[in-house]
């Protein structure tokens, strides 16, 4: 059995602090991150500390349990509380993550405590899975104030997923693209007209 954890919190952006709800192509980021995704796991919740956005759906809204420390509070929170190991810790900005690249990263897992995709020199720590047991490295990094997502995921011993060959380089980047800005959202939404 395993988690999947989507991490709707975080600090308001250019766009607003609920980008999981913004929509790219008539649906919003976060419904189509959870139709990829509810296949897969036994368990999803979501980690932000406002829930009310989010009751429509129906899932676990968990908050973070430090008050500082960002994505890495939120990944934190995610382990401590999923019931399943591993866990599968997604951000819920990114419109374009599929199934087969969840599956890519399970499966890359293997016996690591852990498994991060990787294009180039680029690590992706929030579409990654985890062992739950590593909630007790976040905490402590996070009361050391080692805050930085890759260390952790470096310091936890995670196997590293090069994505070379899993897609042609523009698909990759769009797969694992994010929405941050309002040109971010402007390029995912002409993204979602060719994909039609």
Not at 8 to 22: F, W
Not at 48 to 61: A, C, T
């Amino acid at each position: 059995m395993r988690s999947c954890a989507i991490v709707v919190g975080g600090p308001p952006s250019a766009l607003t602090a609920t980008k999981a709800l913004l929509e790219v192509g008539g649906t919003t980021i976060l419904e189509r991150i959870l139709a990829q995704a509810q296949p897969l796991f036994d368990e999803i919740l979501l980690v932000g500390n406002e829930p009310g956005p989010y009751r429509h759906l129906r899932l676990p809204v968990v908050p973070d349990l430090y008050s500082y420390g960002g994505p890495l509070a939120g990944l934190h929170a995610a382990l401590t509380t999923c019931r399943h190991s591993p866990c599968f810790v997604l951000a819920a900005d990114m419109p374009f993550v599929t199934r087969g690249l969840i599956e890519r990263v399970l499966e890359a897992q293997g016996g690591a405590p852990g498994a991060v995709p990787r294009v180039g020199r680029q690590h992706f720590p929030l579409c990654a899975v985890y062992n739950k047991h590593l909630a007790g490295l976040a905490a402590e990094r996070l009361d050391k104030r080692q805050l930085d997502l890759p260390g952790f995921a470096l310091a936890a011993g995670a196997a590293v997923v090069d994505l070379a060959g899993f897609a042609e380089p523009p698909e990759l980047a769009m797969l694992l693209s994010d929405v941050d800005s309002p040109e971010d959202l402007l390029r995912a939404e002409n993204w979602a007209r060719t994909m039609r």
